[in-house]
Every structure is written in structure tokens, then in C-alpha cells.
């Protein structure tokens, strides 16, 4: 089985020492390094499931190691401060930290928050991103920009059916199919309804350009915005 590999980012060395120890002890494997510099280049190789970055290094400060680790990498960071302002707070969050632990802290409950995020790592990803759109699947919304569409059970069936195909043609037979639990008897009028509706729903989150386009004398299809 791999070993989980955690970067922990830390000029304090009896600090670091110690979350070390407590890490190891649970068979994760730690790459030390008090340089924000050197942990941006270490976590940009991608070789890391977690980071534990200290607000207050040397050369860059972890607000800035976060946002240049961000624009690259994905992966899970928390962020270690001995700093309590709510401005500090907000700041961590916005460069992309996942989570915000105040100094001093139990070694113990640090343990504990790295073992939540890799758990919630391997959980099988709810949410799916297409292009500017998100689908919750087990919710059954769709969001643009953390806005909900708020559509009704059919709206919802036929956005994802259209942006799951880009480009392909639906005609309006296949989307009542694909829109209805009753499908027979459904008037291309009705679709036509939905997709009008639809359209008013994406434009009114903020998709000027909305992506269901009209093809004459055949259906409809997703055009990428």
C-alpha cells in the first residue's frame, strides 16, 4: 500500500520535530522544509497528498507559498498561525487554504484534521465540473458561479443531458424521453417550454452566453460558452 506523503512547511524546528513525530507515528510518510520558496517547488512535483504550511516563514509568508501552490496543484492545504485576526482568517481561506489552525494546538487534533481531509480526498467526488458549470448529482441542482439554478426535476434531467454531449443533437422526441417520466404524449411545444425556461434560468444566473442552441427543423444541442 502507498504511503501518504505530507510536506509540512515550518521554520520553528523543535515545531516542526514534533508534528513530525505525531505524523510519523501514524505511518505518514513528512518532508520537511522551512523555505516558502522551496515548498512551492516541492509541492508543485505533485509527489504530496497534504500540506501543513506555517503562516510565518522566512522568505515568502504561507498566505503567498498557498496561492503560488494553488495555481498548480491541487491538493489539500492547512495552514498553521499563531496570528488570530478574522482578517487573517479570511485571507488564508481566500489564497486556498482548506483549512486554518491557530497556534498553540493539540498535535493530537492536527493528526486528526489531516486524517478528515484525506478521508474526505478519497470519498467519491459529489460535485462535477463542466465548464462553467457544476452538477450535484445527489442533490440534483446545477450551479454557475455557487449560484443554483433552481430547476424543477425535468429541467434539471434535460441541462445535464444537453451538456454531458456538447455538440449533439437532441431532437425533441429524445429530449422528452430523457425529460419526462411520461415521455408519450408530450408536445414538442411542452419541450420547447422547458428549454425556453431553461435558457431564462441561465441567463438569470449569469450565463449571457447560455449554450443550448437551436437547430432548425431538428432539436437542440450544448454549445460550450
Sequence with gaps: MQQIQLLIVE???ETARNICLYMEHQGFVCTVTASG???VALAKQGAFDLVILDVM????DGFAVCAQIR???DVPIIMLTARVESGDLVQGLDCGADEYVKKPYNNKELVARVKAHLRRRRAPARYQDIGPLRIDAAGRR????????GLTRTEYRLLVALIQAPERVFSRDQLAVIGFEEPSGVADRTVDVHIH????KLTRAGM???GISAVYGMGYKWVKP
Design 57 to 60: 516563514l522566512p522568505d515568502l
Design 208 to 210: 449571457e452566453q447560455h
Design 142 to 149: 446545477i450551479f454557475h458561479a455557487d449560484r443554483d439554478l
Design 37 to 39: 520558496a522551496a515548498a
Design 71 to 73: 495555481e498548480t496543484v
Design 11 to 13: 521554520d520553528n524546528p
Design 197 to 200: 425556461n431553461l435558457r431564462r
